[in-house]
């Protein structure tokens, strides 16, 4: 079982819908990242979080230290939010990565 | 622009060369990070270092090496070429030495024939 563990692998979505992405992990943790990955390859880095929530533009991002689990929430999804999302966790200055979501957002 | 850069942007050599990739952190940032993003294997933590330390290592295969020059530009050395190794190579950059906020550059493909 992979130490982090990103659901769904695959989201469509229409344009306007709001979009959660899930990350669950398994191993003790000082940061979580989520990261997006464009089809061109280049990589931003959206959030790091070590507790609670934070909120960029659309963009919501929340943490469960207790549950391990945090979500990435996209609120008036749009076209140009297509790519992938990735979630990462900083583990005894290690980094594990999920094998990402896919998000694609029809006009 | 996330201030990070890398050279070159793409590279291709045979099994068995040896290559170096070369990335130049964020201006004030310590800390550079590289990443290797296979299709097989995803993203996988390679090394860290700081202020011209190694910091920390995850699986980085003994064929590769890394090192920050005083400059804190730094380069990733990757010998003996296998085909599996091709792949895109990232560095990113941040401020502290603890996990922070990362900036990452735009990758380097590598592709093994």
């Not at chain 1, 959660?20 to 979580?32: F, K, M, R, W």
């Not at chain 1, 089809?39 to 960029?56: D, E, R, T, W």
């Not at chain 1, 966790?89 to 957002?105: E, I, K, P």
Request: neutral net charge.
């Amino acid at each position: 079982k992979n130490e982090v563990e990103q659901s769904p692998q695959n989201l469509t979505a229409q344009e306007g819908e709001f979009i959660t992405i899930n990350c669950s992990y398994s191993v003790g943790i000082s940061a979580l990242h989520w990261l997006q990955q464009h089809p061109g390859g280049g990589i931003v880095s959206l959030f790091m979080l070590s507790s609670g929530k934070k909120k960029h533009g659309r963009l919501i991002a929340t943490i469960n230290i207790q549950e391990k689990h945090s979500s990435l929430h996209i609120t008036a999804s749009h076209p140009r939010d297509s790519a992938v999302y990735i979630c990462a966790v900083n583990n005894n200055n290690d980094m594990r990565f999920g094998a990402g979501t896919r998000l694609t957002v029809k006009p | 622009d996330s201030g990070v850069t890398q050279t070159p942007k793409h590279l291709i050599t045979a099994t068995g060369q040896r290559v170096t990739l070369r990335c130049s952190p964020r201006s004030g940032d310590l800390s550079v990070y590289w990443y290797q993003q296979s299709l097989d294997q995803g993203l996988q933590f390679l090394i860290q270092y700081y202020n011209g330390e190694e910091r920390a290592k995850g699986n980085i295969l003994e064929r590769f090496s890394a090192q920050q020059f005083p400059d804190l530009h730094s380069e990733l050395n990757l010998s003996s070429l296998e085909l599996g190794d091709s792949a895109l190579y990232f560095c990113a950059s941040s401020v502290w030495r603890e996990g922070r906020e990362q900036f990452f550059g735009p990758g380097t493909r590598l592709t093994v024939l």
